[in-house]
């Protein structure tokens, strides 16, 4: 069992045993009576255990709430902390009323693309600081963690582990065809470098809501030369506003063959 679980099951327990105690004591009281045999047994120190049972109980379930947790460690809960990276795009988010230092919890509706390609609809509930919430969209992808054998609930990745979120993005555009193994080993080999948009063209092609950009690029080399190179990409709709003309991207491409060049967009964009 997982934390969650025990941290849950140890006060739900507690709370039984508090409740029990109390009702054992009042049914099977036999003091002093001069006060009313009927006060005595239901009024006194017994008392204590049902009232902190009450305290630390909601407390004990708000605290090990989905995403709670995360949000005081800042990491994943132990049960996702290593669980398979799959790619996930936001349908639709909701505040669930819940609240933790005065930043709501969300429930975001997802469709996760797995490892093994498969897709499925999935929930992750998260607390999001306020300036945050704009940025989860419809359309917005994100690295997520889930389990194979329940994929009704995932969690967002929080490891912070670039290399891994950008590998399952990697395959999982593989598999769209919209990329190549070439062009993702110039972006594992290749010089990293800047490249400035100087045109923008939309052919009209869309694959899977991707949209295919066609880009100009001026390239800077290491010894702050430049080179023009031309190069296309399927960018989610939610990527667009990051290959507009004048935006600097990241890039990367071979000394031995300038003509082939490969932009780098974050995961998350």
Do not use: C
Not at 121 to 139: E, F, N
Not at 174 to 180: E, Q, W
Not at 183 to 194: F, M, N, P, S, V
Request: glycine content about 10%; hydrophobic content about 40%.
């Amino acid at each position: 069992m997982n934390v969650k679980t025990i941290s849950r099951s140890i006060a739900a327990a507690f709370l039984v045993v508090a409740f029990g105690y109390y009702l054992l004591h009042g049914l099977t009281y036999d003091g002093p009576t001069e006060y009313g045999q009927s006060v005595l047994a239901w009024v006194g120190p017994q008392m204590a255990l049902p009232i902190i049972a009450l305290t630390v109980t909601p407390i004990v379930f708000a605290f090990t709430g989905d995403g709670i947790l995360s949000a005081l460690t800042g990491t994943n809960s132990a049960e996702y902390r290593h669980a398979q990276i799959g790619i996930g795009t936001v349908r639709a988010v909701r505040h669930t009323g819940v609240t933790l230092n005065h930043q709501p919890q969300l429930r975001i509706e997802l469709s996760v693309e797995g490892a093994d390609g498969k897709v499925f609809p999935s929930v992750a509930k998260t607390v999001v600081p306020h300036h945050q919430i704009a940025m989860l969209r419809p359309g917005l992808v994100l690295p997520v963690r889930y389990l194979p054998h329940r994929t009704d609930k995932v969690e967002i990745d929080l490891s912070g582990d670039q290399r891994a979120a950008q590998h399952a993005m990697d395959e999982a555009m593989l598999r769209k065809g919209f990329t190549t193994r070439g062009k993702l080993d110039i972006a594992e080999r290749g010089i990293a470098t800047q490249g400035v948009v100087q045109t923008l063209s939309v052919p009209g092609e869309i694959r899977d809501g991707h949209t295919k950009v066609v880009l100009g690029l001026a390239v800077t080399r290491p010894d702050g030369s430049t080179f023009t190179a031309r190069t296309e990409k399927f960018v989610p709709p939610t990527a667009v506003g990051h290959v507009q003309v004048g935006r600097i991207l990241r890039v990367h491409y071979l000394p031995e063959d300038e003509s082939e060049v490969v932009i780098a967009i974050p995961v998350s964009a």
